[in-house]
């Protein structure tokens, strides 16, 4: 039998273990969980972060009494400036419907513009228009505060919930969170007129203390004002869902 040659034995050797070597080169980073996680972590939390909404805050003004109804403005602000304005009251019914319906759209689109309640009136809407402009200065006061304050206030929301409607009016929550905690609530809209004005009264401040307390809409409601509680606990829900 031939023998074969010790170089070429030798050669074959050398040729097998590079191959081997390679292999496994080709097979670890498959095999490394660790990589593929980091790389994963490196490349998808830019895209998970979204900073630009997490600096918005929604900021609610005072609700001004006017000669033709209340007015309210809702206002979201995001580096600084309004990006969104709205009117969460405003005069309703017969002729007053119409005027806000034409005068509203254009008062909501002078602030974002204007990014400051230094707009103009709209024509034939001189007490809705006044009336926006200082419930609008009043969000932006807000707002103000809330940077001033440095670091102890910068996390606080306010957040108003949807407008609900009950067999004797309308209710609407509006909260601020701070720390994932509920530090205040109230009510922007109540039922009021005749004995509907004593009932809230009554039961917006115990649904306001209840809601501070527990941190949820998980309040009882209170007794001999059950519409009220529920629409209340219904806005609230809304209110902490954004």
Do not use: E, F
């Not at 390679?22 to 498959?30: E, G, I, N, R, W």
């Not at 400051?116 to 007490?127: K, P, W």
């Not at 115990?206 to 809601?211: D, G, P, T, V």
């Amino acid at each position: 039998m031939k023998k074969s040659h010790p170089i070429r034995r030798t050669l074959l050797a050398t040729a097998a273990t590079v191959s081997g070597i390679v292999l496994l080169l080709s097979l670890k980073p498959a095999s490394d969980p660790a990589g593929s996680v980091q790389a994963g972590a490196a490349g998808g939390a830019p895209s998970a972060q979204g900073g630009v909404v997490a600096g918005a805050q929604t900021l609610t003004g005072t609700a001004v009494q006017t000669d033709y109804g209340p007015v309210q403005v809702r206002i979201t602000v995001d580096g600084g400036k309004i990006t969104q304005a709205d009117a969460v009251q405003k005069p309703s019914g017969g002729r007053s419907t119409q005027i806000s319906g034409t005068a509203i759209p254009k008062l909501n689109q002078a602030a974002v513009a204007a990014g400051s309640a230094d707009i103009d009136a709209v024509s034939g809407a001189t007490y809705t228009s006044d009336g926006y402009k200082q419930s609008l200065q009043s969000a932006l006061d807000q707002a103000g505060k809330a940077q001033g304050s440095g670091g102890q206030g910068a996390g606080a929301q306010t957040l108003t919930g949807t407008t609900v409607q009950t067999d004797y009016g309308p209710v609407q929550v509006r909260i601020t969170v701070d720390g994932g905690k509920i530090t205040q609530a109230d009510a922007v809209q109540k039922p009021s007129g005749g004995r509907s004005t004593q009932i809230s009264g009554t039961a917006i401040p115990k649904l306001n203390q209840a809601a501070v307390a527990a941190g949820s809409a998980d309040i009882d409601a209170v007794s001999g004002a059950t519409y009220t509680s529920d629409g209340y606990k219904k806005s609230l829900q809304s209110a902490l869902d954004q």
